[in-house]
């Protein structure tokens, strides 16, 4: 099986409403997204279809005919507009927010019939480089990520082993007076679209627990002698990874945590999702 991916990117506003709510009840439940004069985004969106490579030509979808679609269903309709006064699906169900989670369901809905006999296999909408939603076509479930970016120092070594063979293992990773990262996490969550919000979770419950269990933790320190958790493990990416899952994941509930993605440095990164894979 192969999988093509193509990105576009359109330019929009919106905003988030109740429409029995007060202006304030809006607030007090979205924030500044609630502002009724909208705000807006550079979104950037990826299909990524699938299928088995067409013999004539070699191509999974001609990426002519894909741009077609992509142009007359998405930016025609999304460019340069007002997604709740201007886009018809939203603008005829005020209930519907067009939250990231919404708008990747509605693009697969209006993409996918289009597509000819390729399959659509992902829809990923970025709101911004930060914040993103993936859309598999599997009912109301969304998976939405969320980066963060924080800093710390730390120090490969092993008490496993003796100097010289820390030094061989880690070389200058085991220098004695340690080194540092911006660490960016990005943090996936998965769930049934919430029909009144439009999202999979509230953000202020996301960011409050980073703030708590993350920042608050691990931010600005040096990981092995700041941090209990690191007091006897290694602080590999590895280890971090899953001792900020053991750190996240239970504050989180009910809002099921798919996976962490570690980036040490902008040449690696290291998954975790958990014991169940
Ligand atoms: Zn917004
Ligand atoms: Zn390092």
């Given at each position: 099986m192969h999988y093509l991916t193509r990105q576009i990117a359109f330019e929009a506003s919106h905003y988030y409403s109740v429409p029995e709510l007060s202006d304030a009840e809006n607030y007090a439940l979205f924030g500044a997204t609630a502002n009724p004069n909208s705000?807006?985004?550079n979104y950037v969106l990826e299909a990524t279809v699938k299928g088995r490579l067409n013999p004539e030509h070699g191509m999974v979808i001609n990426i002519t005919d894909l741009d077609r679609v992509l142009r007359e269903e998405i930016v025609a309709y999304y460019d340069h507009k007002h997604i709740n006064l201007q886009h018809?699906?939203?603008?005829?169900?005020?209930?519907?927010q067009p939250t990231s989670e919404n708008l990747a369901i509605q693009m697969w809905s209006a993409l996918e019939p289009r597509l000819n006999g390729t399959i659509l296999h992902r829809i990923r909408l970025y709101e911004d480089s930060?914040?993103?939603?993936?859309?598999?076509?599997?009912?109301?479930?969304?998976?939405f990520t969320k980066v963060y970016e924080f800093s710390a120092s730390h120090r490969l070594h092993s008490p496993q082993l003796n100097d010289a063979e820390?030094?061989?293992v880690f070389g200058k990773c085991n220098n004695f007076y340690g080194h540092?990262?911006?660490?960016v996490l990005e943090v996936t969550i998965k769930g049934e679209?919430?029909?009144?919000t439009g999202m999979v979770?509230?953000?202020?419950?996301?960011?409050e627990t980073m703030q708590r269990q993350v920042y608050g933790r691990f931010d600005h320190k040096h990981l092995n002698l700041d941090t209990p958790e690191f007091e006897n493990l290694n602080p590999t990416s590895e280890n971090f990874v899953q001792v900020l899952w053991e750190a996240?994941?239970?504050s989180l509930k009910p809002i099921k945590l798919h996976r962490l993605r570690l980036r040490e440095t902008p040449k690696n990164h290291f998954d975790y999702y958990g014991d169940e894979i």
């Open positions: 705000h807006g985004h018809p699906t939203f603008a005829n169900n005020p209930h519907l930060t914040l993103f939603a993936d859309y598999y076509g599997d009912g109301q479930m969304v998976y820390n030094r061989e540092g990262h911006n660490y679209v919430n029909p009144r979770a509230d953000l202020h419950c996301l960011d996240i994941e239970p």
